[in-house]
């Protein structure tokens, strides 16, 4: 029985676990294996003549419809000097425009609307979930900021503005311990320069910088119709709602198609190593290797082999790291997947007087035992693949999560429905696909960030940055 | 048609109007759908194991919760966090299954199981990929009846605990969120904070005794929800845990009675260098069966709770000295809890503090919520209501809330002409009965060479804590 192989296996790499029950061995787990079907988003997707896209996805389980515009632009858009502009514009869009003065929120939130935004490095998306009878207005104000938001964009809504983002830079990543640690890890995993080696959030610096006039060019250029998506899902007519998309989207000019910022495929090619002494209570290490981006080949098999390696009490990680050489308080590992390319990150905590080295050599054994000897097998595969599966279908419970779905593979693939290609990948990914990915980017040059607590800054030559 | 009427018409007026950059005007909205709350079937097992089920056929996903009377306002002041280590350590074996094997297994059959514990009840839940959800059952089955409490699980479990608790002393948030609940309820259930020593201080006999008197059929509540219906499902929970059975009767537990706050303290936690203050301020209010429980909830949403709301208006769109402030009222065992809390801009945070305290004057005072503000939010509210009935899961928590607190079964019923009732002046009545300026207990969390003096310029007594929320000797 592969359980039983797998728990050998495991014997012979950490020794043998102390039993915690000394009873009979429990009854054969009893597995239903799927059918292999495939979810599916039934969507109907048409361009406006001015370029914009729309995906049109009915669901009448509820009687409330999701709007959610993604905007082709990110923060790996931005030049040098202009870190954080785009989620600062990102919250100008919530400032008015002219046919709907005043706060976004307002005539949005009257109606019962959820309504937000949020900015990646790789695109920034708005949305309102909104009662069904609202798709007019929730159409209405999306369109009359896509097509009249720089008619009322003022001095003062900037200003305002900048101060709340640079309150939000604060709130999320400087008051917090560890705050800013990925902002760290990112730049040293990317060259300076490269789209993903500054954060969204940008620098206090790059954003008391910004003017009007430049809040109008980005708009200018980005902010075009052509370079957005629209997804309507939800509880509406269809025939409804392409009129009203027309009335309201349909005026707005086309403009000139952006040009994204691209990399080269990028890969680290030397190990590096930064320790920081900082105001934190415990031990932390962040080890990142260059993987490929969302949808390329050894992604989703990236994504099976984090699960084999952190997901649960049973997983690699853990079992040595925590539960057998209790060098690591928690452990996690993740493919952190984006469009130009990802990291493979892998995050721990040490645990008691232990050090990140220690917790670093341990990850280190382990991952050369998974390379090596000790393959991930058939069962943890089978395992990591049926929660791949029932996340899937975990995020088509409500309306939102399936508008955002649709549009994230319209924009990471080109197509609405990839879901059940991206299910594939999953499915399709056996032991031996698995292997291969972890060998050729896990056993590759990757970056490591220790942040230890001030104290442990001692004896130590040339470490503190 | 009219509607197909209008927009034609808009159409032709949008063409012109782009070209003359007059006004698009707001649109009208389309004839409302009906609505029907999705409904809970009440089913009892043989073992008396009172069942809820939600069917929704949307996914083929499953989901199930066993809820129980009694979280962490029963644990000893000197044990705090003895609940939520016995409610974490059941799925570290149970039965003849270890935790590597629950977990193995969980995880091989496409499903999910945790566990969690609450103030007022605590929850074991599972679900997942609807084929698998006998096998699954079995599995959550052990864990709710025959939790094993192994020791070498609870030494890595504990390890945990004790160094969670001294590094949160390093996060301003969560000092900040410890300090109020402590100072707030002054020394009964809910102030009970965990640290280094109540971990400690916990055995493993203290979580057997919790799990034994507080997870039994007869304390229970069993929901379950999904792409299920209850032909099929009843007979599957029967068969895991109709047989559960335990003797002598459940604990009645009492709801606290913390004392109202006399005066008006200040409370304040240094964190030098912190780059913003974490303000926090709140007291006591009622319950939800009170009768201006829907008034103050419109009250307050205009007061505080909405983004729209003056408080964040002010403090965020007006002035920027913050990503967000927001005020809210919580409902667990006994009183109520309003609150309000927000951070913001170390060199704002005197600023900040006075803009608050204004705020509160000034609805309380020469600036009551009006008649647009009321019409504004229980419009808000109303439109909002069967968005929030839209997954299995928010359905499941509102019964068990109901069944948790004992609220009337009506409740989700009562919801929309609660709100509706609420008229300028029981809104502006409640918040002036619940709001008491005298009653407010105020934290702030900063760095004291850089805000302590717009402390005392604020007026009120201050009291130095430590991080764990305890005076200062010398203040």
Known sequence: MSR??????????IGCPKPTVPTEPAAPLEVVEPEMTLPEIPFEQYTLDNGLTVILAPDHSTPIVYTNVWYHVGSRDEEPGLTGFAHLFEHLMFQGSANAPGEYFTPLQEVGATINGTTSFDRTNYYEEVPAQHLPLALFMESDRMGHLLEVLDQDKLDNQRE?????????????????????????????????????????????????????????KWYVPNNASLVIAGDFDTETAKALVDQYFGPIPRGEAPVRRTAEPFTIAEN??????????????????????????????????????????????????????????????????????????????????????????????????VMGENPPTVDELDGARANFEAGFYSGLQTISGKGDTINRYFMYSGDPGYMGADLTRYFEADAADVLASGQQFLMAPRVALHIMPTADNVDEEGGAQ | MMRAASILALVALTSTAMAQDSTIPFPEPLPTPDFELPEATSHTLSNGLEVRIVENHEVPLWGARLVIRGGTGLDPMDKAGLASVAVDMMDDGAGDLSSSDISRRVKRLGSSLSTSAGLDSSTVSAGGILRN???????????????????????????????????????????????????????TYQGSVTTAETYGAISLDDMKAFHAAQFRPDNALLLVGGDIDPATALPILEKHFGSWTVDGEATVIAAPEPAMVEESVMYFIDKPGAAQSVIRLGGFIGTRMDDDYYDLHIGNAA?????????????????????????????PEGPGVWFCSTSVRTDA??????????????????????????????SSEVNGFPGQYETVSTVLSEHADIWIHGLPSDWQGRYLPGVQAVTVDSANAALAARLVPEHIVWTVVGDREAVYSDLEAFGLPIIELDRQGNPIQGN
């Open chain 1, 4 to 13: 039983t192989l797998c728990l050998m296996a495991l014997t012979a790499l």
């Open chain 2, 303 to 331: 007061f505080g709770g909405a983004f729209t709301a003056r408080v964040n208006m002010n403090l965020r769109e007006d002035k920027g000295y913050t990503y967000g402030a927001r005020c809210r009222a919580w409902y």
């Open chain 2, 349 to 378: 945070t005197g600023a900040s503090l006075d803009e608050i305290k204004m705020e509160i004057t000034d609805v309380l005072g020469d600036r009551p919520i009006d008649t647009d503000e009321v019409a504004y939010n229980v």
């Open chain 2, 133 to 187: 959800m006998d096998e699954t059952l079995g599995i959550m089955a052990k864990v709710v009846t025959q939790p094993t409490f192994p020791e070498d699980e609870w030494s890595i479990l504990q390890s945990r605990r004790v160094a969670n608790a001294n590094a949160k002393l390093e996060d301003p948030d969560t000092v900040g969120r410890e300090a109020f609940y402590k100072q707030l309820y002054a020394g």
């Open chain 1, 164 to 220: 709340v983002v640079r309150n939000e830079r604060r709130q999320r990543y400087e008051n917090p311990p560890y705050g800013e640690a990925y902002k760290k890890l990112y730049e040293m995993a990317f060259p300076e320069g490269h789209p993903y080696a500054h954060m969204p959030i940008g620098s206090h610096a790059d954003l008391e910088a910004a003017n009007l006039d430049t809040v109008k060019d980005f708009f200018r």
């Open chain 1, 272 to 369: 590096m190593e930064v320790r920081q002494y900082d105001d934190v209570p415990e031990r932390k290490v962040w080890l990142a290797y260059s993987t490929p981006g969302f949808y390329q080949d050894g992604d989703a098999e990236l994504d099976l082999l984090s699960s084999v390696l952190s997901g649960g009490k049973d997983s690699r990680l853990y079992t040595a790291l925590v539960k057998e050489q209790q060098v690591a308080k928690d452990i996690a590992a993740y493919q952190s997947s984006l469009g130009l390319g990802s990291l493979f990150v892998i995050q721990g905590t040490a645990a008691g007087d232990h050090t990140t080295d220690e917790l670093v050599a341990a990850v280190d054994a382990v991952l050369a035992d």
